[in-house]
């Protein structure tokens, strides 16, 4: 038995006939590999229990022997575990019915034909170490997004003890007075956790897409589903921030003319394949609807959560509406709601024919992580999010209810008044690569993100310039150096990206801007706050979209400075 390595690392050997066992080990331990040699099935088994890099099985040693046990703890290995087996056959026995049945059996099998030259053992021994140690730098990935994901959860569930408490002091007052302070209060705490927690996942994200890359180089097997599970955990956290920002109506909304009644109708599949069969879908739209001013996608988000409330609402079937229609509100309706100004809008109204909310809660039911779902099955943000993009949206969301007959809630957005543009097609003949000496400069305060996005534009060829504030990056935009583009977060330290750019603008008149951000006190509507040669991103974003926008500014960029 020679001495050990790590354990991680070593290999355990089963070879009980003959000396090949004793053969492989010396020439492991002549490479400097570590092993063990296991005298039989159940001997290795808890070796294996103890760690292991990989196996070296003779196939004799797995014949006429129960294999259960070895075969349970393959089965137990955890997600990102692949464990690799190299497997000594007899000369020509990689054809023979039996190896192939081991190899169905077993996994992640390599075939080692005796005899063997030290150098062929040694070669598969190298790949599956490495191997094994990318599993393992995965599993440490893993981990990571694990706790990051409890101190998510541990810290939103402060937030809703917090809101809790500040929402008991309130109820004394007025319900309008009580809904507004509340709802202020809440927007100052969520937006700067958001803020917070997008820098954490950006960096979660990136992290795990450049893996992706340098990994599909090296062509490795069983790691893609991998990052595809991190990917997946970090984009429900991202899913929870975006709804926090909802609420708080801080959240970076593209505002623009929609037709509610073409989207209505291309959710159509979607909607219906999101309630129970027993569930009536009838849509009533109306002819000559007016043009709405909203964001789409959170508009597309917005009616799914109505759609899945109502059908929450009846369990045991019923008829789910779904309406639209123009409105005209006068005074005597806006007079009730604070900020809302009388004129046009247009209604989208969403009925259900469920068991209704008494009277009691109705007016808790906008309020931030209340909820009357049994535990696990709702988050209480779903109407709250909706509440604070229709307010942002100058909007505004009415519900009413009666218990055995059903609820409806209506959304008010504003009339578009003005025509319509015709919609922007991405030039599909833009390169993926960057053009010789074409430069960047990125400013970001947070490090992670700032790394990650100068190594994606290293990747693609871009020259780059990192700065850490908007005091650091002035004195570059007065230098001679080249600068095609500027990436600057907003929520920089001091003097923010916003303030930065206009700066920029007066030293260099043609300065494009890509702004980034998680949460942007001033620039929740983005037609307000981007001039022309500006365009702005939210965090977590992925580098396909980062890719696609410094590709498209730059092209931009060049093409009106060209003679």
Known sequence: MSTLLPVSERAIILAPMGRDSALASMMLKEAGYGSVIASDLPRLCEALEQGAGLLIVAIEALRGVDLDALLECLRRQPPWSDLPIVLMTHHGGKEQSGPSHLSNLLGNVTFLERPFHPTTLISLVSTAVRSRRRQYEARDRLVDLSESELRLQRTLETLEQQVEERTMQLRSNEDALRQSQKMEAVGQLTGGIAHDFNNMLTGIIGSLEMLRRRISRGKLDDLDSLIDLGVTSANRAAS????????????????????????????????????????????????????????????????????????????????????????????????????????????????????????????????????????????????????????????????????????????????????????????PALLPFANAGETVLVVEDDPAVRVLVSAVLKELGYGYIEAGDADTAVPIIQSEQRIDLMISDVGLPGMNGRQLAEIGRQIRPDLKVLFITGYAEHAAVRGGFLDPGMQLITKPFTFDLLTAKVREMIKQSVDVTAP
């Open 240 to 427: 929870l921030t975006h709804r926090l920002l909802a609420f708080s109506r801080r959240q970076s909304l593209d505002s623009k003319p929609v037709e509610i009644n073409q989207l209505v109708t291309s959710m159509g599949e979607l909607l219906k394949r999101s309630i129970n069969e027993s569930i009536a879908l009838d849509m009533q739209l109306t002819d000559e609807l007016w043009t709405a001013e909203a964001d789409p996608n959170q508009l597309e988000n917005a009616l799914l959560n109505l759609v899945i409330n109502a059908r929450d609402a009846m369990p045991n079937g019923g008829r789910l509406t779904v309406e639209t229609t123009n409105r005209h509100l006068d005074n005597v309706f806006t007079a009730a709601y604070g900020t809302l100004l009388p004129g046009d809008y247009v209604e989208l109204r969403v009925s259900d024919t469920g068991c209704g909310i008494p009277d009691s809660v109705i007016g808790r039911v906008f309020d931030p992580f209340f909820t009357t779902k049994p535990i696990g099955q709702g988050t209480g943000l779903g109407l709250s999010m909706i509440y604070g993009f229709a307010r942002q949206s100058r909007g505004h969301v009415t519900i009413h209810s009666e218990v055995g007959e059903g609820t409806t809630v209506s959304l008010f957005l504003p009339r578009f008044i003005g025509e319509v543009a015709a919609e922007v097609v991405p030039d």
